[in-house]
T-cell receptor, first 115, second 113 residues
Framework: AQSVTQPDIHITVSEGASLELRCNYS??????LFWYVQSPGQGLQLLLK??????LVQGIKGFEAEFKRSQSSFNLRKPSVHWSDAAEYFC?????????????FGRGTSLIVHP | DGGITQSPKYLFRKEGQNVTLSCEQN?????MYWYRQDPGQGLRLIYY???????QKGDIAEGYSVSREKKESFPLTVTSAQKNPTAFYLC????????????FGDGTRLSIL
């Protein structure tokens, strides 16, 4: 079965500093990987996705993520954080087994941004 | 613009009462999903439907029921059998293909009176 681990419950950074949110997955084959962001009281918005090809994926809002098969990781990065980036971030993995799409979500990492 | 509409945004339930959460999408997506979100637990799948008139249980289906009579609608009923219904409920949809991400509604927050 597939699984996702986001080892950091909270991350605190200063505005303007760089950011890296960790995500590790467990799945035998090449998975489909996603990062979502959730603002308080809102649904989830897709930041970026990896299906195949280039292992460095660019997303919206200046985010990027790198797929590292050897480390089973898909870490999210941003070179300079803005106060508006404070939110909950979810990593998700999907095997697309049998053509169905049932992603597994991590527990989320809460990003706190200090001025 | 296409999207997912969940209503109401806030809902209160009395003990022993069934309540129904609405989810409507105009994205022409085949697949729809219901998730429950509790603090620190991420998203847990309640039910999903890949086609009209068909649905499957997710990881925490007990105490919930759904229907999929129309492609655009996937209502969730929280029954009195669900003893701890207070949570944030999210509806999502996707094309039923393995390379499509899910689109989410803005959620319904359910509380017990």
């Amino acid at each position: 079965a597939q699984s996702v681990t986001q080892p950091d419950i909270h991350i605190t950074v200063s505005e303007g500093a760089s950011l890296e949110l960790r995500c590790n997955y467990s799945y035998g084959a090449t998975p489909y990987l996603f990062w979502y962001v959730q603002s308080p009281g809102q649904g989830l918005q897709l930041l970026l996705k990896y299906f195949s090809g280039d292992t460095l994926v660019q997303g919206i809002k200046g985010f990027e993520a790198e797929f590292k098969r050897s480390q089973s990781s898909f870490n999210l990065r941003k070179p300079s954080v803005h106060w508006s980036d404070a939110a909950e971030y979810f990593c998700a993995v999907d095997s697309a087994a049998g053509g169905s799409y049932i992603p597994t979500f991590g527990r989320g990492t809460s990003l706190i941004v200090h001025p | 613009d296409g999207g997912i509409t969940q209503s109401p945004k806030y809902l209160f339930r009395k003990e022993g009462q069934n309540v129904t959460l609405s989810c409507e999408q105009n994205l022409n997506h085949d697949a729809m999903y219901w998730y429950r979100q509790d603090p620190g637990q991420g998203l847990r799948l309640i039910y999903y439907s890949q086609i009209v008139n068909d649905f499957q249980k997710g990881d925490i289906a007990e105490g919930y029921s759904v229907s999929r009579e129309k492609k655009e609608s996937f209502p969730l009923t929280v029954t009195s059998a669900q003893k701890n219904p207070t949570a944030f409920y999210l509806c999502a949809s996707s094309f039923d293909r393995g390379n499509q991400p899910q689109h989410f509604g803005d959620g319904t927050r359910l509380s017990i009176l």
